[in-house]
């Protein structure tokens, strides 16, 4: 029996568990294995804590990414141990063992890290207290930050979202919708620029202006202020205002978590870096999630991506090669939000483009965004037109090049958009050599 040690509770360790488990045959798997998390509770479903779980539809029941009769065959079939509330201090790579926190050790066979990314800490000189110290500040990526955040939004009056981006924008939306009062600070020009064109953004902004929601731009934070009893009241920018507050939700991005990876002389550069197959520099260790940083095969070069999509698809790869089993097929990312009535779904990646179309019919909901590069699909941004995010995917996958004019008719269904091919392109149909050409620029 060989044993693998699983670092980290996450979207791919959930994925590589229902793969194994999928996988054994007879009731009787080659490995056993533990799981160690720092995490208080086992695998959840982490988009659900900016959304669902904390507009309270749905419950601690529908959190958990491993179903409760799985877990439990999961027990036998794997001998599965899920050790909660535990920490990694070292990993001895010529020993094969891990020592925690409490002073146990573990051996492994093979071991991955799917320790995930860290979120970033606000940091403000002066105020009255350090921000640590502060009672209503909150960060979101736990279950258990998540229930806080919904219990003191049940009695929150004015709520304070530093950051613009995916996870800030949905729990203000969910605040609005729960009758709170809401302003965003973001410090750019603009709501969610790392990951959309600008009139993606514009969107995005008009439709929380629309729902009520206080949205200051180029905003630079100064001092967070406390009252006597140490609750943040008040927010001081850097242009002299004082902004009233009783509850602050911090969401400014993540860094990827490297140290133990680092202190175990692993190769690191923007995450974990790992092969095709997700084993790192150490061939007995695998990386996969977002603290992963991979050569993917569609792309030809090295990617980090933070999202459930790539976090589940590199756990069944994981589990693949452990079992010897053919290799899932690489998939175009895709990413997705949901905001009030309005839900994001994002395929590809759209870095170099050079030509951005809308599609909107007129009278009907739903907007897409596809951003090309010399005719080609990169990416397409669709809201509440998942036939065009459906369509995009395939589109992206195969190096299609699409009509322009019949692209923007909102009316034709996307599939049949496609441009003559070229014969005189040699590249023409390449995924390979659309997507290089997409994130090299």
């Not at 799985?70 to 063992?97: E, F, K, N």
């Not at 998942?386 to 992206?396: E, G, R, T």
Request: glycine share 8%; charged share 15%; hydrophobic share 40%.
């Amino acid at each position: 029996m060989k044993k693998l040690l699983i670092v980290g509770g996450g979207h791919a360790t959930a994925a590589l568990l229902n793969q194994l488990h999928k996988q054994t045959s007879n009731g009787c798997s080659d490995w056993q294995v533990t799981v160690i998390s720092a995490e208080s509770t086992e695998a959840v479903n982490r988009p659900l804590l900016s959304k669902d779980y904390l507009s309270h539809k749905v419950g601690d029941d529908q959190l958990p990414l491993i179903a409760s009769e799985v877990r439990q065959a999961m027990t036998s079939t794997l001998g599965l141990q899920w050790l909660t509330d535990c920490r990694v201090i070292s990993v001895d790579r010529q020993r094969h063992q891990l020592q925690l926190y409490n002073g146990r050790q573990l051996e492994w066979d093979t071991l991955v890290l799917a320790t995930g990314v860290r979120l970033r800490q606000l940091s403000l000189p002066g105020g009255d207290q350090p921000v640590s110290e502060m009672k209503g500040v909150f960060y979101l990526k736990t279950a258990s930050q998540s229930q806080a955040l919904r219990q003191a939004l049940q009695h929150a009056r004015q709520l304070t979202v530093i950051g613009g981006g995916f996870i800030g924008l949905e729990v203000a939306a969910t605040a609005r919708q729960q009758g709170v009062a809401v302003r965003v600070l973001e410090s750019g020009e603009r709501l969610l620029r790392r990951v959309v064109a600008a009139p993606v953004s514009h969107w995005f902004q008009q439709m929380h202006i629309e729902q009520g929601v206080e949205l200051r731009l180029h905003s630079s934070l100064q001092h967070l202020l406390a009252d006597d009893h140490g609750n943040v009241r008040a927010i001081q920018l850097a242009s002299g205002d004082v902004l009233a507050t009783d509850l602050v939700v911090v969401g400014i991005g993540v860094e990827p978590e490297t140290g133990l990876a680092q202190s175990a002389g692993l190769a690191c550069d923007n995450g974990i870096l790992v092969n095709e197959q997700c084993q790192t520099s150490d061939p007995d260790i695998f990386a996969a999630g977002d603290g992963a940083n991979r050569r993917h095969p569609l792309y030809q070069q090295r990617l980090r991506l933070e999202s459930v999509e790539n976090a589940t698809h590199q756990g069944q790869l994981i589990a693949a090669m452990l079992t010897q089993s053919p290799l899932p097929p690489a998939a175009v990312p895709w990413f997705w939000s949901t905001q009030y009535d309005a839900r994001l779904q994002i395929a590809g990646l759209s870095q170099g483009y050079d030509q951005l179309i809308t599609r909107q019919a007129e009278g009907k909901p739903g907007i897409s965004w596809l951003y090309l590069r010399q005719g080609r699909l990169l990416a397409c941004d669709a809201v509440n037109r998942p036939a065009d995010f459906l369509q995009a995917k395939k589109l992206i996958s195969s190096g299609q090049s699409l009509d322009p004019l019949q692209a923007a008719n909102a009316a034709i269904p996307l599939g049949q958009c496609v441009a003559p091919v070229d014969p005189n392109d040699p590249n023409a149909g390449n995924s390979c050599t659309l997507a290089t050409a997409a994130v090299a620029s």
